[in-house]
């Protein structure tokens, strides 16, 4: 059984900071992609920010400049860093990874059950 569990959302005012956290456990061969996605009351959730094995990533042109993604391979952990937070960046967190399980074949693609971040004015 493969999970991810994030911690890190909470409160914050206009212009402050925080880190999201991401962990991935269970039975794993291998972590491929891993990334944040966010969903506002009423919105489709939305790509924030993903990181390849490698480290190569990709940001959502709405927070980029302000919001850097890393990652731990050897802890299988993935983590959002959000300056200068705005209140429109308000959303349910969610981490995503695409995993190979042990004694599978195929990737699979699993989410996290979601954190909130919640920026004031």
């Known amino acids: 059984q493969v999970q991810l569990v994030e911690s890190g959302g909470g409160l914050v005012q206009a212009g402050g900071s925080l880190r999201l956290s991401c962990v991935a456990s269970?039975?794993?061969?291998?972590?491929?992609?891993m990334g944040w996605y966010r969903q506002a009351p009423g919105k489709q959730r939305e790509l924030v920010a993903t990181?390849?094995?490698?480290?190569?990533?990709n940001y959502a042109d709405s927070v980029k400049g302000r919001f850097t993604i890393s990652r731990d391979n050897a802890k299988n952990t993935v983590s959002l860093q959000m300056n200068s937070l705005k209140p429109e960046d308000t959303a349910v967190y969610y981490c995503?990874?695409?995993?190979?399980?042990?004694?599978?074949?195929?990737?699979?693609?699993?989410w996290g059950q979601g954190t909130q971040v919640t920026v004031s004015s």
């Open positions: 995503n990874a695409e995993i190979l399980p042990q004694q599978h074949i195929m990737n699979h693609d699993y």
């Open positions: 990181i390849t094995s490698g480290g190569t990533t």
């Open positions: 269970g039975s794993i061969r291998r972590v491929n992609a």
